[in-house]
């Protein structure tokens, strides 16, 4: 191996790329456009939900309860009705996520037993938002009951008891704003990063192919090893700049709190980074048009990226078989590192599972990627 | 076939197969150290494959491939030191400029970089470029960008120089200058096997190896090629060319009849007897024609000559 022709050929693709439109866009603004879109499109809280009531009662228990819906900024009432027919239809129509019902009998099973319900009807199409919205509601409600508790209390002559015997306080560890984008953007950004890097090498291959510049250059006394490291070096310099750029994005536009150290943010990305180019290059070294190795790049990375490396769907809540497909996705790795380091301030020694699983992955990748590149025509 | 010392390049029985096709049968030939020998024939004929087979980057079926005492066909990689391969195709990178690609393949061959700078001077100089040299690759003319594959194959003084088609639609201006640089190799011992469309460049070869449809069918030097021709080239000019093929085509005596630019060529068994019993058929069915003029052939000629002889046995 001679690092002459290793230099060789870096200069020529960093020449090609800073010359080729193509590849600088997808090197300097796909992950810009990409860390912006992802990161204001997938938000899973929810807010202003469309909330319908219904009072059959109209106490003026009845009513400080739905006031509270009103005042919440979980809840918009978009609806008030009169009767089960126009309910239905506000649900029915999408008007309005779920719908409140006070019964008829509400204040007067409060004051007999001390205790009385209201119906919620949710709209469950998207059961994420369902199991939002029935718990935001359930907090709505508990909290008026915990009032009610208190002032009937008061109003017997007891001085403040509690509302109930025993109440679950709940601390949120991590994200403790229960804030999804906290825990979705470290994803985002390793979705960019995997999606950028396989894009950029997807072409160095194949544009030799396709170009006719291949023939030329297997008649040279380079290496296959030689044009490896040659072509991959600057891609890694392009994609660690890409990698600063999102996790700054993400730092300081997105605002999500960063907790690890700079060091092992950077190690383990270094890492990915040689997982993701390596796929890219093998890829193009296999599919020798630029086209074809460009969709077949997006294909295997954007799908069990989106899907399958716990970015947005937990990995620990799949089903046995599809968890076990998971550790095949490489970003995997990077997203459960990306996420402890920035929520939970963990370092390499932590990290050790995740580091080594990319590990062996980079060093796969590496080894296919060398030996699948023959200084052949046929 | 017989070369006068050691052969610098020996081929033997040199096979290639594709789905479907023999694209390269069979051929054997030798060529000596600063000959520059011509691949020549039709389209389809195996000549790149041959080539490619040669500079290391298609492996053959069968046969065997010598360049001085390296085995190209066991050790592509220790031949592909000494030699330079120009593809049909432009194989440099358009988006670099014409100093960027020189640099890129002086590099690829460790050509130490003073060496470099003092070569490129005089390659640019002999090929007309030195003006050209920050012009990107892909704004060359078709005769530019052939000459600018040259320089960067010989930047680092290969012995073996195969060139395949490296003329084809290249503006005769930038053909002269090429040849020069050919020539000037030639003196200095570069091996040159190049193929080629243009049969005025054939006869400029020490010698030529005629392939048809995968098959070797003659080899030697141009001169001995002509006279292995049967009959005598009569070349008859013409103000009504077609019909002049029309009537001599299929005469008795005539073996084969060609239009060229102001008339045809007709091959005849025996001019003597045939030139005057021609004429006269000639002006008996008023067909206007020059004097019958017998001529020594053209590669050409000499082609249409032995390949047609060959389908007809």
Known sequence: MRLGRIRAMAVKEMLQVWRDPRSLMIALLMPVMQMALLGYGVNLDAKHIPVCTFDREGSQFSEALLKRFKSTAYFAV????DNYRALTAAVDGGDCRIAIVVPPDFSKRLSDSGASSVQAIIDATDDNSANLALGYAQSVVSGFSADIAVQRAGMQGQWMAAPAALSLESRVWFNEDLVSRNFIIPGVVAMVMALVGSQLTSLTISREWERGTMELLVSTPVTPMEVMLGKLLPYFAIGFFDAALCLAFAVFWFDVPFRGTVFTLFFTTALFLIVVLGLGYLISVTVRSQVGASQIALLVTMLPTALLSGYTFPIDQMPALIRAVTYLVHARYYVTILKAVFLKGEGVVELAEPILAMTIYAALVAVLAARAFRKRLE | MSAPDKPKIRVAGLTKRFVGTTAVEGATFDIARGEIFGLVGPDGAGKTTVMRMLAGVMRPDAGSIEIDDVDVVADPEQAKLHLSYMPQRFGLYEDLTVDENIRFYADLFEVPRKLRDERTGPLLAAS??????????GQLSGGMKQKLGLICSLIHTPQVLLLDEPTTGVDPVSRRDFWRILYSLRESGVTILISTAYLDEAERCTRLALFHEGRLRYCDTPKRLKALMPGTLLAITSTAARDLHKALLGRDGVMSVMLVGDGVHAVV??????????????????????ELVRVTPSIEDLFVGLLKDEHAS
């Open chain 2, 128 to 137: 007309n470029m030195e003006a050209f040299r920050r012009r990107l690759a």
């Open chain 1, 78 to 81: 978009v609806e008030t009705v």
């Open chain 2, 269 to 290: 068994d025996d001019a003597d007897r045939r030139v005057p019993e021609l004429s006269a058929a000639l002006d008996a069915g008023k067909i206007p024609h020059g």
